[in-house]
Antibody
């Protein structure tokens, strides 16, 4: 079955960077797009960006432009999201989600808690 | 930047019917916005319910349906069950980017 398994919780200091991974299984990794979404405590979901796993094309939300990088390792069927210049406002659960076709979101990762604290 | 608006909260009785809506600040929502709907319970990842306006996933209960209604995307729950109590989020494709609504907290009482 299709699964997205994310890396474990992280604690970072302000100004640092964090890298979260999302390992896919149960389907052909390069046929889908992977999105990254975050949710601060008690807040709405916030779309961060996507990567087309087949050709590596990316698109980022203006809210994160310049701070976020999304990449893949197709040999490991894994997507990565790196967020730099962290502040306390980046404390959130970060999710990856699969888009197998235009307009279709289906499976989500379990989420990765990132805490930014001095 | 596009703002997507949902009802902050709704209450429905068990067995009842309720409609949640999703509006875009740019104008009427159409099928070109590829509306998606998700259910999220406390401490859990979101679960996909509806894609591209009205299509259900294989795991989506039959009582959930999606549509376009009065220029908005809509999610209707018919025959609501106690386990449907959750936060519901819509997601729209707006000008090349994806934007979530603020979520609707559905209470079953």
């Amino acid at each position: 079955q299709v699964q997205l398994v994310q890396s474990g919780a992280e604690v970072k200091k302000p100004g640092a960077s964090v890298r979260v991974s999302c390992k896919a299984s149960g389907y052909s990794f390069t046929t889908c797009t992977i999105h990254w979404v975050r949710q601060a405590p008690g807040q709405r979901l916030e779309w961060m960006g996507w990567i087309s796993a087949g050709d590596g094309n990316t698109r980022y939300s203006q809210n994160f432009q310049g701070r976020v990088t999304i990449a893949t390792d197709t040999s490991a069927s894994t997507a990565f999201m790196e967020l730099s210049s962290l502040t306390s406002e980046d404390t959130a659960v970060y999710y990856c989600a699969r888009q197998p076709a235009l307009g279709v979101f289906d499976m989500w990762g379990q989420g990765t808690m990132v805490t930014v604290s001095s | 930047q596009t703002v997507v608006t949902q009802e902050p909260s709704l209450t429905v009785s068990p067995g009842g019917t309720v409609t949640l809506t999703c509006a875009s600040s740019t104008g009427a929502v159409t099928s070109d916005y590829y509306p998606n709907w998700f259910q999220q319970k406390p401490g859990q990842a979101p679960r996909a319910l509806i894609y591209s306006t009205s299509n259900k996933h294989s795991w989506t209960p039959a009582r959930f349906s999606g549509s376009l209604l009065g220029g908005k995307a809509a999610l209707t729950l018919s025959g609501v069950q106690p386990e449907d109590e959750a936060e519901f989020y819509c997601l729209l494709f707006c000008g090349g980017a994806w934007v979530f609504g603020g979520g609707t907290k559905l209470t079953v009482l």
